[in-house]
């Protein structure tokens, strides 16, 4: 089993920054892919940024130039840098990582006022 926990979501003016980090426990060693989703009130989940099966990193064409995947490997340990925030990007965001099958955080809510 793999564990996720997100922390550093919150509320932040149009404009502004977050980064939000995803904390991975358990059978690490199993995970071959890794993201960020979010889901907005009424709307699908959607991929926002990931760590494919090849390494490359992949992001949605909404949040490209805005937004910066990156992890620390020695802390199991996934960021997602998200400058220039927009309020179309008030979500819950979840951690998610493929390790046999998707293991999924309990969510943070950004919240970018106008």
């Known amino acids: 089993q793999v564990q996720l926990v997100e922390s550093g979501g919150g509320l932040v003016q149009a404009g502004g920054s977050l980064r939000l980090s995803c904390a991975a426990s358990g059978r690490t060693f199993t995970i071959v892919a890794m993201g960020w989703f979010r889901q907005a009130p009424g709307k699908e989940r959607e991929l926002v940024a990931q760590?494919?099966?090849?390494?490359?990193?992949n992001y949605a064409d909404s949040v490209k130039g805005r937004f910066t995947l990156s992890r620390d490997n020695a802390k199991d340990t996934m960021y997602l840098q998200m400058n220039s925030l927009k309020p179309e990007d008030t979500a819950v965001y979840y951690c998610?990582?493929?390790?046999?099958?998707?293991?999924w955080g309990q969510g943070t809510q950004v919240t970018v006022s106008s």
């Open positions: 998610a990582a493929y390790a046999m099958q998707w293991w």
């Open positions: 760590f494919s099966t090849t390494g490359n990193i």
